[in-house]
Nanobody, 123 residues
């Protein structure tokens, strides 16, 4: 099991930007596909973005394509989510996820989860 700690959430106006970070510990970071999920008020948790072990493959939800960018630094055991052009509908608790997967696969079947960080976008 890997331990995940998110940071970087906060309150931002529509059109603004935030960068979320997730630091992993406990296992070999480069063994994990990493991702971000979110859960808005009254909604189910949904996939936002994912990145493969090497960083060579990424995947995004349609709702964030062109606005969000996921990246990772395996030397720092950290995955990032750069969020630009934020909208009120992006308001949610954002969760970091980690799942052991083959080299270039972005998939989350039984991930480990962080505790979440709140992102609030005001109109």
């Amino acid at each position: 099991q890997v331990q995940l700690v998110e940071s970087g959430g906060g309150l931002v106006q529509a059109g603004g930007s935030l960068r979320l970070s997730c630091v992993a510990s406990g296992r070999t970071f480069s063994s994990y596909a990493m991702g971000w999920f979110r859960q808005g008020p009254g909604k189910e948790r949904e996939f936002v973005a994912g990145i493969s072990r090497s960083g060579g493959s990424t995947s995004y939800a349609d709702s964030v394509k062109g606005r969000f960018t996921i990246s990772r630094d395996n030397a720092k055991n950290t995955v990032y989510l750069q969020m630009n052009s934020l909208k009120p509908e992006d308001t949610a608790v954002y969760y970091c996820a980690a799942d052991v997967q083959p080299y270039n696969i972005v998939r989350f079947t039984t991930p480990d989860w962080g505790q979440g960080t709140q992102v609030t976008v005001s109109s």
